[in-house]
């Protein structure tokens, strides 16, 4: 058989496998977030651009609003991933090394995870391998013009849409151009200006929904990367940062990843094939590692280095392991300790079904608990207004269990367009995406001679409040003694009325307090 076909075979049982699981777990509040924005379509978002709601969009409307729905693109996006890596390596090296190539990234803890949940990271990876690609089979035909120029800023510019940390493949392929003499000609040629051009036309949509919007992605932005109180230099952070990339992406095979690009380094200006793959991977990686000076970036942040960074590891351990024995075993004990991992990264029951017990809080409790927790919450809900004979309306503590239970209510029974099934506490602060979705407490434009409630007029408001006088349940996690102040004085009256408690393994997945709010007034000003 040869090696294309069998990385093929590979690929397929693997995506069959992948597509079998999807809807084994409750969503993790990401994906229950992403799938409200899928709901509301918009150019931009509080954090993200468009992309990720546009694919769940697409895939809900196939397949239903469920998590097989939700997730489907994932494993999708994860074999085209697999085989654009096994072609670009065969491309650049050996369809051997293509092999090795998707073997080690689907054996990846960290890729199993993202071939699983849907997130901003499948999609972000797949186009940024894409985008390098195409960026390369520009440059082969230089200095004669490719169409491969537009395509590539087409591709970069779709990953921007997806996650902001694209455009930084921009400062790679600036790079890749200044630093071989042979391509530093295409700064007075066309192509490169086709490529910054077509990027340029994809950052339009989030710009201007920035501009209506205060600028909040960059505010979140600076907030995400913990310099909202300055730089400083944290020795515990960085040293996180590491521990966390060994765990997330398998220990050996970490470090020879990290050992092959440092390996690779006196190669890079004698070998265009080491110095674009270098230049791929280390903005990324620098930019992250910077960050984690003053916080540890999360590993899934700079993955899209590690593609490039991967391409360099097993070009340099290739010949290597093919003549020593002792590195053929200890790659093969990398592989097998990945799988074990990204075995166990997807379902802990393995570990908890042995009758071991975790030494830390379940990872996979963020997609376990939420349907039944929603389900008693519907319950309640129901009984409650057949006792008082009003429709009561759901606020939760934050946007996590907002997300999870609008997605999960059996009857979700939004306000009016727009509404959230679930909204979260009022504030004056932006908070996120339910921040500029209709809220409970803003105003509406009042209809000739329709009744105020409580018979108070809003002459300078010029509306009313259709949730005057109306009641809420108030979800928060764990047990309270009281809600928060805007609860308790948005409302005339608050009573806990119900605590919900889902177990797994005789452990405590889920507590949810709930209130009675009643006869809401809207805060004081």
């Known amino acids: 058989m040869s090696t294309t076909r069998a990385v093929w075979l590979f690929i397929g049982a693997l995506t069959a496998i992948r597509l079998s699981i999807l809807p084994t777990s409750d969503l993790e509040f990401d994906e229950a977030h992403y799938w409200m924005w899928s709901e509301r379509l918009a150019p931009a978002y509080y954090s993200k651009g468009p992309g990720i709601a546009v694919a769940i969009r697409a895939s809900t409307a196939i397949f239903g609003a469920n998590e097989f729905g939700v997730r489907f693109f994932s494993p999708v996006l994860a074999a085209g991933t697999s085989l654009l890596l096994f072609y670009f390596a065969r491309r650049l090296f050996s369809a051997q090394a293509g092999f090795w190539a998707v073997l080690a990234l689907n054996l990846t803890p960290i890729f199993n995870l993202g071939s699983f949940l849907m997130t901003i990271d499948p999609l972000s990876i797949f186009f940024w391998l894409a985008a390098m690609i195409a960026f390369w089979l520009a440059v082969e035909k230089s200095p004669a013009f490719s169409w491969f120029w537009l395509l590539s800023g087409l591709l970069v510019g779709l990953g921007f849409l997806c996650k902001y940390t694209n455009a930084l493949e921009i400062v790679s392929v600036v790079l890749v151009l200044a630093l071989a003499p042979r391509l530093r000609q295409e700064f007075r040629r066309p192509g490169f200006y086709l490529l910054l051009g077509s990027f340029l036309l994809c950052t339009i949509p989030p710009i201007i929904w920035n501009a209506q919007h205060v600028w909040i992605t960059l505010r979140h932005l600076q907030a995400r990367g913990s310099l909202k109180g300055g730089f400083g230099f944290h020795p515990f952070e960085l040293a996180a940062f590491f521990g966390e990339h060994f765990l997330a992406y398998s220990p050996l095979l970490f470090l020879g990843l990290a050992w092959g690009v440092i390996g690779s380094w006196r190669r890079i200006n004698q070998q265009f094939k080491v110095l674009f793959l270098f230049w791929f991977g280390l903005p990324v990686f620098a930019f992250y590692f910077l960050l984690s000076l003053n916080k540890a970036a999360a590993p899934n942040w700079d993955a899209l280095s590690m593609l490039a960074f991967g391409l360099l590891a097993i070009y340099f351990w290739r010949e290597r392991v093919a003549s020593h024995v002792g590195l053929r075993a200890g790659m093969a004990v990398a592989l097998m300790i990945g ?139 764990g047990i309270r003694d009281r809600p928060p102040h805007n609860i308790r004085v948005a409302f005339q009256s608050t009573e806990p009325v119900a605590i919900i408690e889902v177990r797994r393994f005789g452990e405590s997945v889920r507590t949810w307090q709930v209130f009675l709010c009643r006869s809401y007034r809207t805060l004081p000003l």
């Open 339 to 477: 799988l074990l991992m990204s075995a166990l990264a997807l379902d802990t029951d393995l570990i908890r079904s042995a009758g071991f017990k975790l030494w830390r809080r379940d990872p996979s409790d963020r997609m376990r608990g939420w349907k039944s927790a929603t389900v008693a919450v519907e319950i309640l809900r129901d009984d409650l207004e057949k006792k008082s004979g009003e429709r009561l309306f759901l606020i939760a503590d934050a946007r996590d269990r907002a997300s999870e239970i609008s997605f999960y209510l059996q009857e979700k029974r939004p306000e009016g367009p727009q509404h959230p099934p679930v909204y979260i506490v009022e504030s004056q602060d932006i908070q996120n995406q339910f921040s500029f979705w209709p809220r409970y407490d803003q105003f509406v434009e009042a209809k000739p001679g329709a009744p105020v409630a409580g018979g108070e007029s809003y002459s300078e408001e010029n509306g009313v409040n259709p949730f005057v006088g109306r009641s809420a349940l108030w979800i928060c996690q």
